[in-house]
């Protein structure tokens, strides 16, 4: 069975401050995908990023970040300068492809304030 | 926006009673996803479709059910309304290929 967990229920920072999400995954499958959503307020998932798990590279799209780490089995999340906007509940999700359905296992969602 | 367009956005219904929900996927996407959100928890995965058929489905009671049309848009249906049924559902749709699913702005759904 697939398990995420993202220990930070909420999060609150002034704008400009950095700030990174953790979550951390259980799965016994070699192959496995890793994704970051964002939730705001008006409830529609949006989908930030994807790796594999044989893709170890971090990345950095603009003010986002992302460190995966296979040997803690980590996959955080960092925003640089954040921003009032950037407040909403973030989600860290996991996908195996050893059954037929490629269903998402998310974690319990980290709510980020960020105040001006 | 996603493309991904679910109706309707709010629903209250009476425990005991059935409801329907609809979603359109992505243009090319032939996988549709359906997830429970409830107030406060992450998605809880309820089923899958892949080419009208159902091909996956989470720990959830056969009142949930189903259906994914030609044009890969799709219906959950739940039946006998409880109240723990409150919770927003999302749709999501994915192509062939999995780059990661896209989702709906969901239906609100409360029971009362």
């Known amino acids: 069975a697939q398990k995420v967990t993202q220990a930070q229920t909420e999060i609150s920072v002034v704008e400009k401050e950095d700030v990174t999400l953790d979550c951390v995954y259980e799965?016994?499958?070699?192959?496995?995908?890793l994704f970051w959503y964002k939730q705001p307020p008006s409830g529609e998932l949006v989908f930030l990023i994807r790796?594999?798990?044989?893709?170890?590279q971090n990345e950095i799209s603009g003010r986002y970040s992302w460190n995966f780490q296979k040997s803690t089995s980590s996959f955080n999340f960092t925003i640089t300068a954040s921003q009032v906007v950037d407040s909403a509940v973030y989600f860290c999700?996991?996908?195996?492809?050893?059954?037929?359905?490629?269903?998402?296992?998310f974690g319990s969602g980290t709510q980020l304030t960020v105040l001006p | 926006e996603t493309g991904v367009t679910q109706s309707p956005t709010h629903l209250i219904k009476t425990r005991g009673q059935q409801v329907t929900l609809r979603c359109s996927s992505q243009?090319?996407?032939?996988?549709v996803s359906w997830y429970q959100q409830a107030l406060g928890q992450g998605p809880q995965f309820i089923f899958q479709?892949?080419?009208?058929?159902?091909?996956g489905r989470g720990n959830f009671p056969p009142r949930f059910s189903g259906l994914q049309f030609p044009n890969y848009s799709s219906e959950l249906n739940v039946n006998a309304l409880e109240l723990d049924d409150s919770a927003l559902y999302l749709c999501?749709?994915?192509?062939?290929?999995?780059?990661?699913?896209?989702f709906g702005q969901g239906t609100r759904l409360t029971v009362v």
């Open positions: 999501a749709s994915t192509s062939g290929s999995g780059m990661g699913a896209f």
């Open positions: 799965t016994r499958d070699t192959t496995y995908y």
């Open positions: 790796r594999n798990s044989f893709d170890e």
């Open positions: 999700a996991l996908r195996v492809d050893s059954g037929s359905a490629r269903q998402l296992t």
């Open positions: 243009s090319g996407h032939n996988t």
């Open positions: 479709y892949y080419r009208e058929e159902e091909n």
